[in-house]
C-alpha cells in the first residue's frame, strides 16, 4: 500500500473513531472512567480534610436504639452535645419527614436546640431535576420537619446528578424558592470559582475521615472522653451507615460509600477547591484526534519496529501526562477520544504489515515450491537415465554417464537449496568465555591456561598470530590478570604509522619538535607508566626504532622528539606480529637482542582453521551478539564450515555481522547463503533467480520465455517470474558499474546477437520506466521519489529492493 494511501485511510479512520467514540456516549464513558481508575490507584489515596468529622448510624446502633427511623430525641442530644464542644458547624445528612406522626412529637424538641445552637444545618430532597437557561429547576422539594415549624433553620438539598460521575447542583430552583447544596450551606457559602455544579473527586476511601459511630460518640460523651475537646472548630456531619436503609454508590476505592461520606467529600472538595475540573473534556474531545493525525503524519514513513516504539511511547507520554494533570490538577479530559482512534491506527498498521509479510511470504513459499517440484522432476529423470545406461551397451553410454553427473550435480544444489530453508542445530558444548575469547578446543585451553599462568609476572610478552587470531584481546586479558591491572592499558599498532608519527605517538614530542608542533605532546609510553603498552605489529619497525625500545626495555628511559631530557617510564611490554619473527631476525631485518628481550614469554595463537571445532560457538557467539532471535541455515553453516578463514576469527565476526544485516533487509531472522559473500558461497550458491535465469537464457529470452518459465517452474505466477528477472536486472546492472552491453552479456551468456538485442531491450525498458519518472528530480530528492515509485517496490522481492534503491539514485544524479 502507498505511503500516502495508507496515511489517508489512518486519516480517516482516526476522524470516524473519533466521532463515534464522542457520539456514542457510552462507549467513551467507559474508557474515560477506566483511564481514571487507573489513576486513582496510581496515586493512591489522599489524606481527607482532618476538620470533616462524621458520626454515622450503623445497624448495629440501629439494632441497639430502636427501629428505624430513630427517635428525634437523639438527634437533639447530638446536637446539644456537639454545640457544648463548640463545633463549627453540624450538617444532618437525614432527611426528617413530617409524614412519621410518631416523631413529630419531638420535632419541638429537636427544633429547640437547632435554634439554640445556631449552627445546624438539615437536609431537604429535591424532585426531578433537570438544567433549564443554565440553571438547575426542580419540580418539588420537600423540607424537614423542623424546618417547617421555624422557616429561619438552614437547609440544604441532597440531591445529585450521576449521568457521567457523581455532581451536585450549588443551586436548584423550586418555583420561586432557591435552594442550595447541602454541603455547599456547610462549608459557609465562601466564595469560590465555583459556577453551577461540583464534580465529586472520590481521592480515598471514607474510612479516611476522622468518625465515629452514634453509640461510640455517646459512649465518649458518658465517660467524658478528652478526645472529645478535639472536635472544637470542626464541621461534624450526621448520617446513616446502613446499607440496609441508606442507598449507597461505589468508588474506585469503596465498594459502598454511604451519603453522608458522598457528602463529606462534596464539603472537603469545595473547602480545599479540588473538585474535578471537566471543563477541557469537549475540547479535549477535539484536539486530541488533531493531534493524533499529526503524529501519524509525522511517522507516517517509519518502519514496523519504529511504528511499535511510537505507538508504546505515545500512549506512555499521553497517559502520564493525563495523569499528572488529574493528579496535581483533577483535570479531566477526553481520553476515549484519543486512545480509541490510537487503536484503530495501531491496527491498521498491524493489519497492513501482516498483509506485507503475507505478500513476502506468499512470492517465498512459490520460489520454494518451485525449487521441491524441480527436485522432484530431476529425481525422477534421474532415475530414468540410470535404468537406461544398465540397459545400454552402445557408445550413447557416455552421454548417458555425463547427464547423469550433471543430473546429481544439480539435486545436490537442490538439496543444499532446501537445507537453506531449514535452521541448523549448533551443538555447543560447554564453550568457555575468558574475556572475550570465546573457545571450547584444548588448544585455546592451553593457550588461557598459559595467560592465566604467565599474566601475574611482570615479564615482556611476545604474541604471535595471523591477523584476526584475537592478539589484542590476549594483551588484555594479560593486563587485567597482572598487578598493573589498576593502571592503564595503552594500545598502539606501530604498522599503521610511519617511524616519525611512531616515535612522536610513543616517546611524545615538546613544543616545535617540528612543523605544526604547536603544543607539547604526552606519549604513549608516558601515558603507560606503571601499567602495560601493547606494541602491535612489532615486527613493521625501523631498526632505529628498535634501539629506541631497546633502550626502554632496559633501562625505561627516553627522550621526547625535540627533547634532550630523559624521561623514566615503568611499563610492561606485551608485543605481537602475525609475522615469523625468528626468520625475520635470521634475516637481519629485526634486532636479535631486542627479539630476546620481547620474547621472555611467547604465547602463540593458533588460527581459526586450526581449531575448527571452536567454528560452532563463535558462530552462536556472534549470532547472539547480534540478535538473540538470530539463527542459521544448515547450507549456511557448512559452507562456513568448508571455508578457510585466513581473516581468522575477525573474518568470521565480520561476516555474521553483513549477513545479519543482508537476512534483516530482507525480513528474516534465519542467515541464508544469500546472505554470505561471494567468495565464501562460491558455486554453493543455487537459488531461484539461477533457475529463472537459467531457464530464460534456454528459451534464449523469447516473447513467450516468461509465462514458458513460470509453467516449468511450478506453473508459479508470472508477476513472480518477470520481477526476478528484473531484480537480476538489476543487480548485474550494478555490478558491471551500468555498462548495460556488459551486463547484457553477463544476463544471457552467450555471444548471439538476437537475444542479446532481445536482453538489452529489456533492461533498457526496464531503466527508461525509472529515468522518466524521476528526470525532473534533484538528487536530494531521493525518498520523494521512493515514495512515487512505491509501486515499482511492490512485487520486486525483498532481496532486490537495495538495488533498485541504487538505480533510482543513479538516475537522480
Known amino acids: 500500500m502507498n505511503p500516502f494511501n495508507k496515511l489517508a485511510l489512518k486519516v480517516s479512520l482516526v476522524i470516524i473513531s473519533a466521532l463515534v467514540i464522542i457520539i456514542f456516549q457510552r462507549s467513551g464513558n467507559f474508557i474515560n472512567n477506566n483511564v481514571e481508575s487507573f489513576f486513582y490507584l496510581a496515586g493512591g489515596e489522599e489524606i481527607p480534610d482532618t476538620n470533616?468529622?462524621?458520626?454515622?448510624?450503623?445497624?448495629?446502633?440501629?439494632?441497639?436504639?430502636?427501629?428505624?427511623?430513630?427517635?428525634?430525641?437523639?438527634?437533639?442530644?447530638?446536637?446539644?452535645?456537639?454545640?457544648?464542644?463548640?463545633?463549627?458547624?453540624?450538617?444532618?445528612?437525614?432527611?426528617?419527614?413530617?409524614k412519621f406522626v410518631t416523631q413529630t412529637i419531638y420535632d419541638n424538641l429537636l427544633t429547640k436546640e437547632i435554634e439554640k445552637s445556631g449552627r445546624v444545618v438539615l437536609s431537604s430532597i429535591a424532585g426531578d431535576i433537570y438544567e433549564k437557561n443554565g440553571k438547575y429547576i426542580t419540580d418539588s422539594l420537600s423540607y424537614p420537619s423542623p424546618k417547617l415549624l421555624n422557616e429561619e433553620i438552614k437547609t440544604g438539598h441532597l440531591n445529585f446528578l450521576d449521568d457521567n460521575g457523581i455532581e451536585i447542583p450549588l443551586e436548584i430552583i423550586s418555583y420561586n424558592n432557591l435552594e442550595k447544596a447541602f454541603s455547599f450551606i456547610l462549608s459557609g457559602e465562601a466564595e469560590s470559582h465555583f459556577e453551577k455544579t461540583i464534580k465529586i473527586n472520590f481521592y480515598s476511601s471514607w474510612e479516611g475521615f476522622k468518625k465515629f459511630t452514634l453509640l461510640e460518640y455517646f459512649d465518649m460523651v458518658q465517660?467524658?472522653?478528652?478526645?472529645?475537646?478535639?472536635?472544637?472548630?470542626?464541621?461534624?456531619?450526621?448520617?446513616?451507615?446502613?446499607?440496609?436503609?441508606?442507598?449507597?454508590?461505589?468508588?474506585?476505592?469503596?465498594?459502598?460509600?454511604?451519603?453522608?461520606?458522598?457528602?463529606a467529600f462534596a464539603l472537603d472538595n469545595i473547602l480545599n477547591e479540588r473538585p474535578l475540573n471537566d471543563n477541557l473534556v469537549f475540547a479535549s474531545s477535539i484536539f486530541f484526534p488533531l493531534l493524533l493525525i499529526f503524529l501519524l503524519v509525522f511517522t507516517r514513513k517509519s518502519a514496523p519496529a519504529k511504528l511499535i516504539s511510537f505507538y508504546l511511547v505515545t500512549v506512555i507520554i499521553f497517559l502520564l501526562l493525563s495523569f499528572?494533570?488529574?493528579?496535581?490538577?483533577?483535570?479531566?479530559?477526553?481520553?476515549?477520544?484519543?486512545?480509541?482512534?490510537?487503536?484503530?491506527?495501531?491496527?491498521?498498521?498491524?493489519?497492513?504489515?501482516?498483509?506485507?509479510?503475507?505478500?513476502?511470504?506468499?512470492?517465498?513459499?512459490?520460489?520454494?515450491?518451485?525449487?521441491?517440484?524441480?527436485?522432484?522432476?530431476?529425481?525422477?529423470?534421474?532415475?530414468?537415465?540410470q535404468k537406461e545406461l544398465n540397459l545400454s551397451a552402445?557408445?550413447?553410454?557416455?552421454?548417458?554417464?555425463?547427464?547423469?553427473?550433471?543430473?546429481?550435480?544439480?539435486?545436490?544444489?537442490?538439496?543444499?537449496?532446501?537445507?537453506?530453508?531449514?535452521?541448523?542445530?549448533?551443538?555447543?558444548?560447554?564453550?568457555?568465555?575468558?574475556?572475550?575469547?570465546?573457545?571450547?578446543?584444548?588448544?585455546?585451553?592451553?593457550?588461557v591456561d598459559l595467560i592465566k599462568r604467565t599474566a601475574p609476572e611482570d615479564a615482556n610478552v611476545l604474541i604471535l598470530g595471523e591477523s584476526g587470531t584475537g592478539k589484542e584481546l590476549a594483551a588484555k586479558a594479560i593486563h587485567a590478570l597482572?598487578?598493573?591491572?589498576?593502571?592503564?592499558?595503552?594500545?598502539?599498532?606501530?604498522?599503521?604509522?610511519?617511524?616519525?608519527?611512531?616515535?612522536?605517538?610513543?616517546?611524545?614530542?615538546?613544543?616545535?619538535?617540528?612543523?605544526?608542533?604547536?603544543?607539547?605532546?604526552?606519549?604513549?609510553?608516558?601515558?603507560?607508566n606503571n601499567g602495560t603498552i601493547f606494541l602491535d605489529e612489532i615486527a613493521e619497525t625501523s631498526e632505529n626504532f628498535q634501539v629506541k625500545l631497546l633502550r626502554i626495555i632496559q633501562t625505561g628511559d627516553f627522550e621526547k622528539v625535540g627533547s634532550s631530557k630523559t624521561e623514566h617510564t615503568n611499563l610492561r611490554i606485551i608485543a605481537a606480529t602475525n609475522k615469523e619473527l625468528e626468520k625475520i631476525v635470521r634475516e637481519k631485518k629485526f634486532r636479535e637482542d631486542l627479539y630476546y628481550r620481547l620474547n621472555v614469554i611467547k604465547i602463540e595463537l593458533p588460527p581459526l582453521r586450526e581449531r575448527k571445532e571452536d567454528l560452532e560457538i563463535l558462530i552462536d557467539y556472534f549470532l547472539k551478539k547480534e540478535s538473540s532471535e538470530l539463527k542459521i541455515s544448515r547450507s549456511a553453516l557448512k559452507v562456513l564450515y568448508d571455508y578457510e578463514w585466513r581473516g581468522n576469527v575477525r573474518e568470521l565476526?565480520?561476516?555474521?555481522?553483513?549477513?545479519?544485516?543482508?537476512?534483516?533487509?530482507?525480513?528474516?531472522?534465519?542467515?541464508?547463503?544469500?546472505?554470505?559473500?561471494?567468495?565464501?558461497?562460491?558455486?554453493?550458491?543455487?537459488?531461484?533467480?539461477?533457475?529463472?535465469?537459467?531457464?530464460?537464457?534456454?528459451?534464449?529470452?523469447?516473447?513467450?520465455?516468461?509465462?514458458?518459465?513460470?509453467?516449468?517452474?511450478?506453473?508459479?505466477?508470472?508477476?513472480?517470474?518477470?520481477?526476478?528477472?528484473?531484480?537480476?536486472?538489476?543487480?548485474?546492472?550494478?555490478?558491471?558499474?551500468?555498462?548495460?552491453?556488459?551486463?547484457?552479456?553477463?544476463?544471457?551468456?552467450?555471444?548471439?546477437?538476437?537475444?542479446?538485442?532481445?536482453?538489452?531491450?529489456?533492461?533498457?525498458?526496464?531503466?527508461?520506466?525509472?529515468?522518466?519518472?524521476?528526470?525532473?528530480?534533484?538528487?536530494?530528492?531521493?525518498?520523494?521519489?521512493?515514495?512515487?515509485?512505491?509501486?515499482?517496490?511492490k512485487n520486486l522481492p525483498q532481496r532486490f529492493h537495495s538495488y533498485l534503491d541504487e538505480v533510482i539514485k543513479h538516475y537522480l544524479k
Not at 472522653?225 to 461534624?236: A, C, G, M, Y
Not at 481520553?335 to 498491524?350: E, M, R
Not at 542445530?425 to 588448544?443: A, H, L
Not at 513460470?710 to 520481477?723: C, D, M, P, Q
Request: hydrophobic share 40%.
Open 394 to 447: 552402445d557408445t550413447s553410454s557416455f552421454q548417458l554417464v555425463e547427464k547423469i553427473k550433471s543430473l546429481k550435480a544439480d539435486i545436490d544444489r537442490l538439496k543444499e537449496k532446501e537445507e537453506d530453508k531449514t535452521e541448523a542445530e549448533i551443538i555447543t558444548g560447554e564453550p568457555q568465555n575468558f574475556r572475550g575469547i570465546v573457545y571450547k578446543s584444548r588448544i585455546m585451553s592451553g593457550v
Open 324 to 385: 499528572l494533570f488529574f493528579r496535581f490538577y483533577q483535570v479531566q479530559f477526553y481520553y476515549a477520544a484519543f486512545i480509541f482512534p490510537i487503536i484503530i491506527s495501531a491496527l491498521v498498521d498491524t493489519g497492513h504489515y501482516l498483509f506485507e509479510k503475507q505478500r513476502l511470504l506468499s512470492g517465498a513459499i512459490d520460489e520454494t515450491q518451485a525449487l521441491k517440484e524441480l527436485f522432484s522432476k530431476k529425481e525422477e529423470e534421474l532415475s530414468k537415465l
Open 223 to 263: 465517660y467524658e472522653s478528652p478526645e472529645l475537646n478535639n472536635l472544637k472548630d470542626k464541621i461534624v456531619l450526621i448520617g446513616i451507615s446502613d446499607p440496609q436503609i441508606s442507598s449507597s454508590i461505589k468508588t474506585n476505592f469503596d465498594e459502598q460509600l454511604p451519603g453522608v461520606a458522598l457528602h
Open 653 to 793: 565476526e565480520a561476516v555474521i555481522k553483513r549477513a545479519y544485516i543482508f537476512a534483516k533487509s530482507s525480513g528474516r531472522n534465519l542467515i541464508q547463503l544469500s546472505d554470505l559473500p561471494g567468495e565464501i558461497v562460491k558455486e554453493s550458491r543455487f537459488s531461484f533467480d539461477d533457475l529463472v535465469l537459467e531457464s530464460l537464457r534456454n528459451k534464449g529470452f523469447s516473447h513467450s520465455s516468461i509465462t514458458e518459465t513460470a509453467k516449468e517452474l511450478g506453473n508459479v505466477s508470472r508477476t513472480l517470474i518477470s520481477e526476478n528477472f528484473r531484480g537480476v536486472a538489476f543487480k548485474i546492472l550494478i555490478e558491471n558499474n551500468y555498462d548495460i552491453d556488459a551486463a547484457t552479456e553477463k544476463i544471457s551468456g552467450i555471444e548471439d546477437i538476437e537475444v542479446n538485442d532481445r536482453v538489452k531491450n529489456k533492461i533498457e525498458i526496464f531503466l527508461r520506466n525509472i529515468s522518466d519518472d524521476v528526470k525532473d528530480y534533484s538528487p536530494n530528492d531521493f525518498k520523494l521519489v521512493k515514495l512515487k515509485l512505491i509501486s515499482k517496490y
Open 482 to 528: 597482572s598487578k598493573r591491572s589498576s593502571n592503564n592499558f595503552v594500545a598502539i599498532n606501530c604498522g599503521a604509522l610511519s617511524e616519525t608519527l611512531l616515535e612522536s605517538e610513543l616517546f611524545g614530542h615538546v613544543k616545535g619538535a617540528f612543523t605544526n608542533a604547536i603544543t607539547e605532546k604526552i606519549g604513549r609510553f608516558e601515558a603507560a
Open 52 to 98: 470533616i468529622v462524621i458520626i454515622h448510624i450503623s445497624g448495629n446502633d440501629i439494632e441497639s436504639i430502636g427501629p428505624w427511623p430513630i427517635k428525634r430525641s437523639y438527634y437533639a442530644l447530638l446536637v446539644n452535645s456537639l454545640t457544648k464542644y463548640d463545633v463549627k458547624a453540624i450538617g444532618l445528612d437525614v432527611f426528617l419527614s413530617a
